[in-house]
């Protein structure tokens, strides 16, 4: 079992910790061209100043009609690519490595005309949303894109990718039996999708180049996402970060009494399947916990996000025994309207001045 301050090795890679901070959008930061700014290279770098052993960067979308909102950073031209290269250069400036999310949200994207791999409909945050079913020639397209933004984030400077495949974006509806009802080569049985992406991305990047998937759990069952876990593994993926799948189709499950959360127990699961490295998400709240995770779980690394906003020095403060605060789940995230207005950085902040 790791102990959370464990150096790791993945691919080559040296990670100093077994921290990671995960992917989380930074809304209202860039424009609708999707360029990096100022803003956006500083919050990585006091994350990794903090500590923090690995960045995954926030989902960056392959086009525009995928994103999830109309400020979301973007991947789908190479004119993106010196504004991602000074994320990079601020984060291998301290000597840590990061990867980039490349993200298409589908059915639940905030931009018109949204997609799905077959027509359905859900509401989501209080919306119904209608996806129009893919035609074959659409997906082919879309796969191209996700293989340029990889050949992008490798021009970039990224250390790898990670391939968001969950929380009912795109890729994850594709896994979904009870989201993709095809009856093509693109059906529910199939991994065609993910087989030409990641064949087409390591035809345009070197073997060292990571590449990894936020995978969706119970998608719609555990014993689904195990199958997808293990299809990966076997088709070469080098890691597997560990989610929540299509919220609105899918059965969670874990075994009565379990210490953790059910999104933890898939994690678990997932790692006896697989040979390459996991991540866990979810609710870690302290360092204690992270590490009951590591524990329980055998997971390789956890995913430390709501901390990390709340304080930059979450790592340091854990490795120092030092309080690290804590996001105090607010109805609405004040943080994504103003971090200055976070009520878990406000309240840390009193506590520290207070000695």
């Known amino acids: 079992m790791a102990n959370l301050f464990d150096p790791f090795q993945m691919k080559g890679i ?8 995960p992917p989380v959008v930074c809304y209202g930061w ?22 923090t052993g690995l960045i995954i960067q926030e989902a960056t979308c392959i086009c525009p009609e995928g994103r999830i909102s109309a400020d979301q950073l973007g991947i789908w031209s190479d004119a993106h690519i010196p504004g991602l290269h000074r994320i990079v250069d601020a984060v291998h400036g301290e000597g840590v490595p990061i990867f980039i999310q490349i993200h298409h949200a589908g059915v639940i994207g905030g931009m018109e005309n949204v997609v799905c791999p077959s027509d359905y409909t859900c509401v989501h945050k209080g919306r119904e949303k209608h996806g129009r079913e893919l035609t074959s020639a659409e997906i082919q397209i879309i796969e191209q894109q996700f293989i340029d933004a990889a050949r992008r984030a490798y021009a970039a400077g990224y250390d790898g990718v990670e391939i968001h495949g969950c929380h009912g974006y795109l890729l994850c509806e594709f896994m ?9 080569e693109y059906g529910p049985d199939s991994m065609k999708i993910l087989e030409n992406i990641l064949d087409g991305i390591r035809k345009v990047t070197p073997p060292e180049f990571v590449v990894g998937i936020r995978l969706g759990l119970f998608e719609p069952t555990l014993a689904d996402s195990i199958a997808h876990a293990r299809w990966l593994d076997a088709h070469g993926i080098d890691f597997i970060d560990a989610s929540y799948g299509f919220t609105y189709a899918m059965d969670p499950e874990m075994p009565e009494n379990y210490p953790l959360l059910d999104i933890h127990y898939g994690a678990q699961e997932i790692k006896k399947n697989v040979s390459v490295p996991v991540f866990a998400v979810n609710s870690i709240k302290s360092a204690a916990m992270a590490q009951q995770v590591l524990d329980v779980t055998g997971v390789d690394m956890v995913d430390i996000g709501r901390g990390i906003l709340v304080n930059y020095d979450w790592a340091n403060d854990a490795r120092a025994g030092r309080d690290t605060g804590r996001c105090l789940d607010c109805a609405e995230c004040m943080w994504r309207i103003d971090t200055e207005k976070c009520a878990g950085k406000r309240l840390l902040k009193k506590q520290r001045a207070h000695g």
Do not use: L
């Open 30 to 51: 860039a424009c609708e061209d999707g360029m990096v700014t100022d803003k956006n290279v500083e919050h990585y770098r006091a994350i990794v100043k903090g500590g």
């Open 14 to 21: 040296s990670i100093k910790n077994r921290i990671c901070m």
């Open 176 to 184: 979904n039996r009870r989201v993709n009802r095809r009856t093509d």
